[in-house]
């Protein structure tokens, strides 16, 4: 790791403050993905601004009967708790189908919407990479790509983004909660909140310098069954090569989004409406245009038939 | 540091090998930069950022002058000479570092030793003593659940963590119904032990160690 300067904040906006006023300043919460990114020399700050006593570790019902998740939830917290488990069992679903249980008790609700692509010619900072050095090239394209993106990505970068939880937050529609540097706070729906790559994909989300994120609104529960199914390469602790997240109605209707196959949680309305038609029609309009490479245009087969898995199973 | 070392003769055990290798190299650093600080720090350029930070290490209160960027692993081992925690990947990958902190199971390679100023930190030298082993380092020893021995540590520490979980109703990835208390079966053992890699593959007998303990019979 590069040496770096080290303080621990009092207040959100303060230490929005504390990282907008030094370049190279970040924020830290569980840091598990951070450091990992630190030590491999990938992320290089030069002061980390400690977040963790920012009391930002609960869970309240919000007033038009959703909850509000603190940004210092830890994931493990987050999938027990009662209320989640009962009202929005995607989330907790998707949450205890990554990492491990050491990660979980470390990794905070906010960090995991922050966490970056596992693509492998990031990680290989001898190999170039847009995403970590802009400019450089795309190893990935022409590359090793089986875990990588088949929609939504560039010319630039075809990583996805890695995440579980997300993309269970998506069809929540969930609601991102910050605080900026000159103290305002604000909202970004999850749609909105991750970028594509276009031509610059080191931005991958839509915080301004220094902006914190405090918490995650979730709306009133909509009901329905909740499945998160996530299809790897083991049985446990590994990344997804497609995941669904799917609430699905008694009438058949309902909502679907999917992890693994483009730099964010991939959810379109058209495909939706494609539900009651079963699990082709649905992934035929949400994977339409998909531009995968020879490796990972299994992907495509993949997610349709998960999501038949999924389908069946919340009809059963 | 089991039953097994009573057959041992050799005059000194392998850490204290280990920590006289360590102090000598301390020596000769500090003779090399012509200093005469005798911790591992004193090896570190003055122009490195350093942090105090205060740490209760099984019951014992430690005040540690560090470079900030000591994660807590290399706090345990290289500054409190506590080399039962090991060092795998580094990288959160592979369980080997795993201790409690405040209760909870974490990796100690991903996280830093300033960013737990006060915690109670738990490793396997606190869970128990060559001559009152915990009940899991017990049953580790009667059911063969290791072979190198270097997952051990982590193993036993995540399992503590992990019977916790569990008793907290923590549910899991294989939990059937989410909103019921989990009990423990095998597949539960298997997907919330999943963050320790044995090398070895003594997977088996590991499951018949924990089973044992977290059914509460003799270990």
Wanted: with cysteine.
């Amino acid at each position: 790791m590069k040496p770096f300067t080290y303080e621990r904040a009092s207040t959100p906006a303060q230490a929005a403050a504390a990282v907008a006023r030094q370049a190279g300043a970040k924020f830290i919460a569980g840091g598990t993905n951070l450091l990992d990114l630190m030590k491999l020399q990938i992320e290089t700050p030069s002061h980390l601004v400690d977040v963790n006593g920012l009391g930002l570790d609960k869970i309240e019902p919000t007033a038009d009967g959703g909850l509000r998740i603190g940004a210092l939830v830890r994931n493990t917290d987050l999938a027990a708790d009662e209320r989640v488990r009962r009202d929005y069992a995607v989330l907790s679903r998707a949450v205890l189908a990554g990492a491990s249980g050491q990660l979980r008790n470390k990794a905070t609700t906010a960090g995991n919407l922050l966490q970056r692509t596992r693509c492998s010619y990031f990680y290989d900072t001898n190999q170039p990479c847009n995403k970590r050095k802009p400019g450089s090239g795309c190893s990935a394209i022409g590359g090793y790509s089986r875990q990588l993106a088949v929609i939504g990505t560039s010319p630039a970068c075809i990583a996805t983004y890695p995440g579980d939880m997300a993309v269970a937050m998506r069809v929540l529609d969930a609601t991102i909660e910050t605080v900026r540097p000159d103290g305002h706070a604000r909202t970004i729906p999850i749609a909105d909140f991750h970028k594509l790559p276009d031509g610059t994909p080191q931005v991958e989300n839509a915080l301004e310098p220094g902006e914190l994120i405090t918490g995650v609104a979730l709306p009133a529960p909509v009901g329905g069954t909740h499945v998160y199914r996530k299809v790897r390469d083991r049985a446990s602790y590994a990344f997804a090569l497609v995941s669904v997240a799917a609430i699905v109605q008694k009438d058949g209707s309902g909502r679907v989004a999917l992890g693994g196959v483009a730099p964010k949680p991939w959810r379109s309305a058209d495909a939706e409406a494609e539900l009651p038609g079963g699990a082709k029609a649905v992934t035929g309009r949400l994977l339409a245009g998909a531009q995968p490479t020879a490796e990972n245009a299994f992907k495509l087969t993949l997610a349709e038939r998960t999501l038949a898995a999924v389908l069946s199973q919340a009809r059963a | 540091m089991t039953g097994h070392d009573k057959g041992c003769h050799l005059p000194i055990t392998r850490r204290e090998l280990l920590l006289a290798g360590a102090s000598s190299t301390v020596v000769a650093t500090g003779a090399v930069a012509g200093t005469a600080a005798a911790s591992p720090s004193s090896a570190t350029p003055a122009d490195v950022p350093m942090a105090q930070v205060t740490l209760a290490v099984n019951g014992r209160t430690h005040t540690l002058a560090l470079d900030t960027r000591t994660t807590l692993l290399d706090a345990l081992r290289e500054h409190l000479q506590l080399t039962g925690t090991k060092k795998g990947c580094d990288h959160g990958q592979c369980g080997a570092c795993t201790v409690i902190v405040d209760g909870r199971r974490i990796n100690s390679c991903l996280t830093l030793a300033v960013m737990h100023p006060g915690a109670k930190v738990t490793t396997i030298e606190g869970l128990g003593t060559p001559a009152n082993l915990h009940p899991l380092q017990e049953a580790f020893i009667k059911h063969d659940g290791y072979q190198c021995g270097y997952c051990t540590p982590g193993q036993i520490c995540s399992a503590v963590g992990m019977l916790d979980e569990l008793a907290r109703g923590v549910p899991s990835h294989v939990t059937a119904d989410l909103v019921a208390k989990p009990l423990l079966s095998i597949d539960e053992l298997r997907e919330r032990m999943s963050g320790n890699i044995c090398r070895c593959g003594a997977y088996s007998n590991i499951v018949e160690a924990i089973t044992e303990v977290a059914d509460g019979g003799a270990a």
